[in-house]
């Protein structure tokens, strides 16, 4: 059995780094070595200056940790990063400038140049760009946006198939997508907000980079037009998004269900550790996928997909719901790591 | 000051049938008369037999009254249908065969040859289909399914000035949609349901009979494409539409803008009592409209949008909201049965 | 018709003064000409700087107002203070020393010597208390805790005529008792709180001060021992009380709620403009009262109970409710300001 | 390695039969080898009859099973029973005249002559109660209310030490509680219902009942006052409540944490496959338990406790929360299984 791989978490205190400690117990290819954090905890100990949100109890190795700054030292091999976007670009660069891998879920380097915006299942291909980052040893690989991670799953194996065209998607998302405090109960109780910050323009233009293709030794997004509308719902975990599709080819119903359930992709075919098997749950039953029910699937790295019919406008539409903490952060950006250490890609410094 | 015209309510006992006679206390041209419901509370008092779910108390007047059979003896003018659908079709065709007019809420009727289905700010033209139903002095007129009211009023407007050739719809829907018991708890706390059974072709086949058009003494429907998608989510009333349209000639956002905040109709211009003014509330606060904070304008009647911005896919989209219960159900067939009594259509009897 | 008072808020900006400004649109005797809040948004019009929580708009005449420091220079005959407890104190007592009545709902003055801690319905003899007060011609009146004041209305026509021995309450508070932005859409989603900061304590203490006497010159507390359990649960507005007593008398079940049902005090034998009639219902539905029905009775400011029964550890038990931000915040110091107007203690300057 | 004993379960398509089946999925000791309910569903696949309400899917071997008539000749052990009181009685009566072992979740025999309401880390004691019951080979044992669980296994250790005189507690009971579909949303929504049928004299009866000693071959109740208040609040799962308690002799507060936290009971010495151990947590965050975050702790069937202070009225306070579908319902008839198999007293037939 190899030495686990060192990792330091930055942001440590905040909602998606606790979610980074809580899926990492345990995790048998990785352990955390260092929690970085803001000046105002730094020097002093996890456990006492977190607002832990889960009910289950701070992991005893980490609440014993110092938090430490957020500057390239920390003894660690590589970095998994929460950090907020107010400050995530610059840190984030300073580690990886450092020679720091740094897997990150938040949005600042999304679009860099060079930077995967990286669903294992979905563009693998991608992480080649990541040669032309100028750091050296380090670089830095993205997971994207909550609401988009779902959506993409459901998309691909489809695109592959027959080509998409167009993706309507209206989305019905979790209150723990925005952080904590995050959303106001004074807000939501009896109500839904139908507005995310931000949240539209990004599934628009992940979603093609995502489905982009390297060409040439260029980079070229997926020529889909795609239109987004997000609203805040009352549910604490898990995306629901309506999505309405317009293929390049024919496709039949049957054959699309069929591809869904059989889709198979890298992360399933490495066994990596958060690799969901089956990737795609499809339900018959048409009052499903729901949150509650099915965020956990696959400990909420599986995508669930229900209600596929015709379409009067679009060829057709469907349902479909992944856990954004999970699958739409945290989780997404631990199968980063797991698929970056089965190829190689990130090893002990 | 004329004497009021005298209401019976069938289906009273019921979610619908509550709201009517909650809506009727202190209307200035209608008055309650005969209550009947099913032959289980037939002969009891109202306030004896009936689960009141307001928390306002019953109307002294009211809660007095015998419960009758759903039968056409009735003293009074017309009626008022909450019928449930498994019994309002056949009960309603006796009542207007017996001579009297049915102002119903239910959908048996709907699509039923010259019976309108009727919003009196879009379509007050569609009364005259009324003519040749086969009833004598009785006439059944019906209001449309709580979610297609909505869009419907938003869409009109548009489609008057630019003609609209495709709509998309996603609906968050509010419990109260689903009557009493109706959804339980257990089912939508912390959850979202992604299907309502039969809504989505009711919105579809609704909408284009609506913005229909008599031409040469021939109904015809409006050519318009329409795709819905509708959800249950925990909101105690008011529904939530996420719409895409596509418009016959261009429009600017700012000229939509207008006509909806300018929008006047015949009930509006004939002070109908329960008539909105504004009928539209447009918002320029990203985050509006929201079910909690504005489902109650125009007292429940009138229709709240937001967020019209350009659309990669279509034209535009937008976000509309309206009062389920109140404009898209009980609110809606009283304001129905106003516009007939101003027109004379609708008299003693 | 006299003209009115005119007012001052102070903390207009926040959850407390917003409810001030709603409730006094269209007061009959109360006109608003100053607002004042934190140096942030002094010199500003109220309407830009404030993040209005209801759905109805705000009124033009506020909306245009400047923002002015919460320095003891406004034009208006005295003030309503919605200040958070943080800043409350200090201001408070330079608004009375310079000459204005402050009718605060700020804890900080609540136990200050010669301080009314005053519900009209209770106590209104404690206003002669205010005659010890420092400040020349202004002085403070203040209003107690949210959760208190329900209780102590039910309590009082109970501790007049049998004496009230103990006192054992547990809460289940609403989400707007917190403020804005308040309790996190995270912690209180399918949750409970068993804990609120210092309410138990307020309860407890500020009780035995309202029921209290003013004996020979000097104010005594009630000599009632009480004990209080704080809950937060999701419910937008309305406390809800689950209430056991020991009386010192003994007194029949029907008895006690044909006193509750009679009670008459001098806000509704004065009429005072916010003062409900009645004050106090008792519903025989064993389900009744709960928050979403019953919270809005007396447009807020009633006070429902239910649920009277033998106790096999006290006596009676039952359950109060009352509305938290109104009854228990804005509107009791409205219809505190009102009693001291008809009183002739609250003047024109 | 035993064979598995082999269970029935009766009402196996309700609320509670579902859980036995959920629970029981896997279990060491137990297999499921009938499932019974009514009439109505008898002679078809489970699988096709149950309206299941867990995300997870139906065990396979179970989905397939045909269902049965509540009638004694299932092939199997013995029987658990999540039967509607409507019917329970006489059906569990059959079984055990006919031989069966029954492990009852239903509340009609809980008071019957001999037949123990068992807590197995309360009461083992009273099983010997069975040797009484005249059905032969058959016997009933009885779990107590879902709400009466969690407090008593928080009094149990205080009684044995000190002696308990008085207990006043008030619940907030979650949705599930009520079964399904149980509470209607719009009944829960925004609220809080004051009033849980019979639920409040359940309480009161069982805890002394469970808490009673065999003296002298005599049964007797425990010398306890109690008075319950009940209320239903929109949680899913987890009962929280709020506790008084008077004692016998002084107690530290510092030593009645020490006794939770050290209590240890047959189940945990057996290592019975459900006992949680530790079986009671308590927590120093004066902000828990809360249901969401701890109802699931020892895979809930542990009991969580924390605000233990003093009490003006009683000699102390504190908030107690318990899972009521497991702990306080199928988990705790499959831990008192459990129980009976490790004693010898539950075998093959």
């Not at 009052?287 to 060829?315: T, W």
């Not at 903490?325 to 631990?334: F, K, L």
Request: aromatic share 6%.
């Amino acid at each position: 059995m190899k030495p686990k791989l060192r990792a330091g978490i930055l942001g440590a205190t905040g909602a998606v780094g606790q979610k980074f400690i809580e899926l990492l117990a345990n995790h048998p290819w990785i352990e955390i070595t260092a929690v970085a954090a803001s000046q105002r905890s730094a020097g002093k100990k996890y456990g006492d200056v977190t607002n832990w949100l889960s009910g289950t109890p701070i992991p005893l190795s980490i609440a014993n940790l110092e938090v430490q700054d957020c500057i390239p030292n920390l003894d660690c091999d590589f970095v998994f990063s929460g950090l907020d976007a107010s400050v995530a670009g610059e840190i984030e660069t300073s580690f990886a400038q450092a020679g720091y891998p740094v897997i990150s879920n938040s949005r600042n380097h999304r679009f860099s140049p060079n930077v995967p915006l990286l669903i294992p299942e979905v563009n693998p291909d991608h992480l080649s760009l990541m040669k032309e980052q100028k750091f050296g040893k380090g670089f830095i690989v993205t997971n994207p946006n909550c609401s988009t991670t779902g959506l993409v799953i459901a998309l691909k194996p489809l695109h592959d198939q027959w080509g998409l065209e167009q993706v309507n998607v209206v989305t019905m998302q979790a209150l723990s997508g925005a952080g904590y405090p995050g959303v106001a109960s004074l807000d939501i109780l009896d109500n839904v907000i139908p507005y995310i910050g931000s949240e539209e323009q990004k599934m628009e233009s992940e979603t093609v980079k995502i489905l982009g293709k390297i060409e040439n030794k260029a980079f070229k997004n997926a020529s889909i037009k795609i239109s987004a509308q997000c609203n805040r719902v009352a549910v604490m975990n898990g995306h629901l998004e309506c999505v309405n599709i317009k293929l390049k080819t024919k496709a039949k119903l049957d054959a699309i269900i069929q591809v869904w359930q059989n889709y198979q992709a890298e992360p399933q075919q490495l066994k990596l550790p958060s690799a969901p098997n089956p990737l795609i749950y499809y339900f018959t039953n048409e009052k499903y996928p729901q949150p509650r029910l099915h965020r956990d699937l696959g400990n909420g790295m599986a995508v669930s997909i229900g209600r596929l019919r015709e379409c009067p406008l679009f060829d057709y539409k469907f349902v479909v719901l992944s856990h954004n903490t999970v699958r739409g952060a945290a989780g997404g950006a631990i199968l980063n790591a797991e698929i970056l250490i089965a190829k190689g890609l990130l090893t002990t410094r």
